[in-house]
């Protein structure tokens, strides 16, 4: 039991170090610092599982919890990463962010170049308040991309 905990913990600390290669302001979300709250869900994933090579991808990073707790945290960094943005589709409710889905830079690994995509909604106004983000990299297009937001949210 316990080579396994730290097996998942290295593998935690290396997909870490690899989104934090990528210099974005939401990899301070990912460090692990918020596992222990309970209403959190968060998913780190990279490599070649079954769901990333049928996706295309080859990271996937998600994050949802309470609106009221993780929205003023989140968004401010969603927004500095999306500045840099070579597409975006943002929407606002009431002076806040709603809506994020940015595509950004790509990012060379390798000889090869990957699509990289932030997703954010914040459905403060709705009965489960939840402020869901996803960051995803890999072979994606933008219209995979888009229909695969479709199955994060709430």
């Given at each position: 039991m316990k080579r396994i905990f730290i097996a998942f913990m290295l593998m935690v600390a290396a997909t870490s170090a690899a989104l934090a290669q990528n210099g974005l302001k939401i990899n301070q979300i990912f460090t692990g610092d918020y596992a222990s709250d309970p209403d959190v869900t968060m998913t780190i994933?990279?490599?070649?599982?079954?769901?990333?090579?049928?996706?295309?991808?080859?990271?996937?990073?998600t994050f949802k919890g309470p609106s009221g707790t993780y929205a003023k945290t989140l968004a401010p960094l969603v927004l500095a990463d999306g500045s840099k943005a070579v597409g975006r589709n943002v929407r606002y409710k009431n002076g806040e962010l709603y809506?994020?889905?940015?595509?950004?830079?790509?990012?060379?690994?390798?000889?090869?170049?990957?699509?990289?995509?932030?997703?954010?909604?914040?459905?403060?106004?709705?009965?489960?308040?939840?402020?869901?983000?996803?960051?995803?990299?890999?072979?994606?297009?933008?219209e995979e991309a888009t229909r695969l937001i479709r199955t994060f949210r709430q």
């Open positions: 994933m990279s490599g070649e599982s079954r769901y990333l090579t049928s996706h295309h991808l080859t990271v996937l990073a809506y994020a889905f940015y595509a950004l830079p790509k990012v060379k690994v390798g000889k090869q170049e990957l699509n990289r995509y932030l997703y954010y909604v914040n459905n403060g106004s709705q009965k489960h308040k939840r402020v869901t983000m996803v960051y995803f990299e890999g072979k994606i297009t933008q």
